[in-house]
């Protein structure tokens, strides 16, 4: 079935630094690829979409400076902190509508610690 | 796109019963999917079941929909401990949506 890899599945960055999480569609082409953001013990949220050769749709309140979305190929959709900070520590997941299929494939999602 | 309300949030039982989540939702739907999350990990599909269905079966999952009342259910026959997870529910109005998530059901099943 489709399948989305994410990497990195954990990283700790220093304040300030810049982290960039990866998800890649293996075996399948990906025009759309949803960001999602999840704090320990709540639900997924919505941070944005981003479309394959268009800019991303970021849903209302996320900082489009900050996380910057790309998504360069119909295979490959990045997600970048920049400057990140203690706040920004959460578990980023991605999604994409799976071709051939029913439902949405996801990462199996990126743990950020900002130290 | 519209956020599903799953009940209970919390569903605590043991090895070998069955387990039953609901889903409410407000407005006209094509389809409605049901997610797992394992603690730290992404979400998985289970099924999908579309307006024009009532029933569906996959495995020991059995869902069902009811659009009169908005609603739909998502019942887990002969639960396992490896069944402990959230559950989440996602009605959608079909093609390439974002899909937005509530808070979900947090199964425990004891072994």
């Known amino acids: 079935g489709a399948v989305v890899s994410q990497h990195p599945s954990r990283v700790i960055c220093k304040s300030g630094t810049s982290v960039k999480i990866e998800c890649r569609s293996l075996?399948?082409?990906?025009?759309?690829m949803f960001w999602y953001r999840q704090f320990p013990k709540q639900s997924l949220m919505l941070m944005a979409t981003?479309?394959?050769?268009?800019?991303?749709?970021?849903e209302q309140g996320v900082e489009k400076d900050k996380f910057l979305i790309n998504h360069a190929s119909l295979t490959l959709s990045t997600l970048t902190v920049t400057s990140a900070h203690p706040e920004d520590s959460s578990f980023y997941i991605c999604?994409?509508?799976?071709?051939?299929?029913?439902?949405?494939?996801f990462g199996s999602g990126t743990r950020l610690t900002v130290v | 796109s519209q956020q599903g309300e799953e009940d209970p949030q919390a569903l605590s039982i043991q090895e070998g019963e069955n387990a039953t989540m609901n889903c409410s939702y407000k407005?006209?739907?094509?389809?409605l999917q049901w997610y797992r999350q394992n603690s730290g990990r992404g979400l998985v599909h289970l099924i999908l079941?579309?307006?024009?269905?009532r029933e569906k079966h996959s495995g020991r999952l059995r869902v069902t929909l009811d659009t009169s009342k908005k609603s739909s259910s998502l019942l887990i026959t002969a639960s396992r401990a490896a069944d402990t997870a959230s559950y989440f529910c996602?009605?959608?109005?079909?093609?390439?949506?974002?899909?937005?998530f509530g808070k979900g059901t947090k199964l425990t099943v004891n072994p």
């Open positions: 981003s479309n394959e050769g268009s800019k991303a749709t970021y």
């Open positions: 996602s009605p959608a109005q079909g093609g390439s949506e974002k899909l937005v």
């Open positions: 079941i579309r307006s024009n269905e």
């Open positions: 999604s994409a509508p799976a071709q051939g299929q029913d439902g949405y494939t």
């Open positions: 075996d399948f082409q990906a025009t759309t």
């Open positions: 407005t006209s739907i094509n389809n």
